[in-house]
């Protein structure tokens, strides 16, 4: 392994069992390892049985621990950056510490593994091929609709994280801008314990949130369908809804003929969208 290299190591989410050889590998041959919380990280090296000297890298102290770090890869050293779970800067600090690094001219590894974004999407059982991640929500009401407002038309998956104690009311936001039936899916807990998919209309996944407390708990990745079907087949999102609605009572053939019927679309079409939709 060459000295005076930076790597970008990704670490569990939850499951301990998901850290790569490789990445212990590393853990083994760096002198110094840069962590978002210093303990969080001390627990894992002890997992692992490895010790080895570690700095602290957050929010609130980037550029001094930037300059820390370029210091140690000028005396020769090599560095891991982590953060506490999953891949270093996605939604997460370094991203000053690796652009000084780069800046610098040093050499910049990533160590692939756990991702909470890519696991929640491979498992959802939405489209995948085009999504948009934002990071985190913002934590006011009005700036979240405004958010989502801006997104009603937007046709990749959107994803993004949520706080337990925001949750709820997220999910009440999104009801309000994108109506009770756009499609959504909840993960939660990933790769631990109580790990759990909540999948279905926002009002039903809402409801679900909403009576169960234990469905308030952990970290979130929220996953909501976006709005490509209806906007390539130019068919309205009133349409749509009637769809929806009819779909869950009706056989979608049914569905879709009597949509028809009423909005004078093309019921091939609307079948159509009903297969894209999972109806």
């Given at each position: 392994m060459a000295e005076n290299q930076l790597y970008v190591v990704a670490t569990p989410i939850g499951n301990l069992a998901d850290i790569s050889q490789r990445a212990q590998q590393v853990f083994d041959a760096v002198d110094i390892i840069a962590a978002e919380d210093t303990r969080h990280t001390k627990r894992l090296l002890n997992h692992l049985g490895i010790q080895k000297t570690l700095v602290a890298v957050h929010d609130h102290n980037e550029s001094q621990a930037a300059?820390?770090?370029?210091?140690?890869?000028?005396?020769?050293?090599?560095?891991?950056?982590?953060?506490?779970?999953?891949?270093?800067?996605?939604?997460?600090?370094?991203?000053?510490?690796?652009?000084?690094?780069?800046?610098?001219?040093?050499?910049?590894?990533p160590v692939p593994g756990p991702c909470a974004i890519i696991t929640a999407l491979c498992a959802a059982a939405l489209p995948t091929d085009r999504f948009i991640f934002d990071g985190f929500l913002p934590p006011k009401?009005?700036?979240?609709?405004?958010?989502?407002?801006?997104?009603?038309?937007?046709?990749?998956?959107?994803?993004?994280?949520e706080s337990p104690h925001r949750i709820q009311e997220s999910l009440s936001d999104?009801?309000?801008?994108?109506?009770?039936?756009?499609?959504?899916?909840?993960?939660?807990?990933?790769?631990?314990?109580?790990?759990?998919?909540?999948?279905?209309?926002?009002?039903?996944?809402?409801?679900?949130?909403?009576?169960?407390?234990?469905?308030?708990?952990?970290?979130?990745?929220?996953?909501?369908?976006?709005?490509?079907?209806?906007k390539k087949l130019d068919v309205s999102d009133d349409a749509i809804r009637m769809l929806t609605v009819m779909a869950d009572e009706l056989p979608l053939k049914q569905a879709a003929s009597l949509t028809a019927k009423i909005t004078g679309y093309k019921k091939n079409k609307l079948y159509q969208i009903g297969l894209d939709l999972s109806l």
């Open positions: 300059g820390l770090l370029l210091r140690h890869l000028n005396e020769g050293r090599s560095v891991a950056l982590v953060s506490d779970a999953g891949t270093p800067l996605i939604a997460d600090p370094g991203y000053h510490v690796l652009t000084e690094v780069v800046k610098a001219g040093f050499n910049v590894v009401s009005t700036a979240r609709q405004q958010y989502f407002s801006s997104m009603l038309k937007e046709e990749r998956t959107l994803v993004m994280y999104m009801v309000s801008v994108y109506g009770a039936d756009r499609e959504v899916v909840l993960a939660r807990e990933l790769t631990k314990t109580f790990e759990t998919f909540l999948r279905g209309s926002l009002a039903d996944v809402l409801a679900r949130v909403e009576s169960d407390n234990n469905q308030r708990k952990g970290e979130f990745v929220v996953m909501i369908r976006g709005a490509l079907q209806a």
